[in-house]
């Protein structure tokens, strides 16, 4: 096992709330990655549309995932979101997070999700304090 599995191993091990979304890991490297999840009737608002706190959760768990793929402890400083679509019980959601910048002490994502339809559901762009410590 590669480092970067043992780290992906490490942080799906003990977060119980990236379990909790049902996330699935599709694709795991360095700077970057690729879940997917499904939508559940526990999931929805008030107008049985996902909730906004969900879209959000997966795409800071992609954002968490990718950054700390360098072995470096690192926490969000900074993220901002924007939802374009919304969803509905029973869909699978797609969660992409990029590594577009890594330096000493900060590093910027750019996290997208699709629905099966390949729309684009929300945007979000992150900046990461990385800690220094090590992950594992």
């Known amino acids: 096992m ?5 780290i992906l191993e490490k942080m799906m091990q003990t977060d119980a ?6 996330i699935v ?3 795991y490297r360095l700077g970057y990655c690729k879940l997917h999840y ?5 999931m929805v608002n008030g107008f049985n549309m996902v909730h906004g706190g969900i ?6 768990s992609a954002f968490a995932f990718a ?10 400083l900074d993220v901002h979101i924007a939802f374009i679509c919304a ?5 699978v959601f797609t969660v992409e997070a990029k590594e ?13 999700t699709t629905n099966e339809q390949g729309q684009i559901v929300s945007t979000f762009k992150g900046t990461a304090y990385r800690t220094g410590k090590l992950v594992l």
């Open 2 to 6: 590669t480092e970067t599995e043992q």
């Open 25 to 27: 890991i599709d694709e």
């Open 67 to 76: 950054c700390n793929s360098q072995g470096i402890i690192s926490v969000a």
């Open 17 to 22: 709330f990236s379990q909790w979304l049902g």
């Open 38 to 42: 499904t939508i559940r009737p526990d």
């Open 55 to 60: 879209i959000f959760s997966a795409a800071d």
């Open 100 to 112: 577009i910048y890594t330096g000493n002490k900060t590093a910027f994502y750019d996290i997208i």
């Open 87 to 91: 969803g509905k019980p029973g869909e």
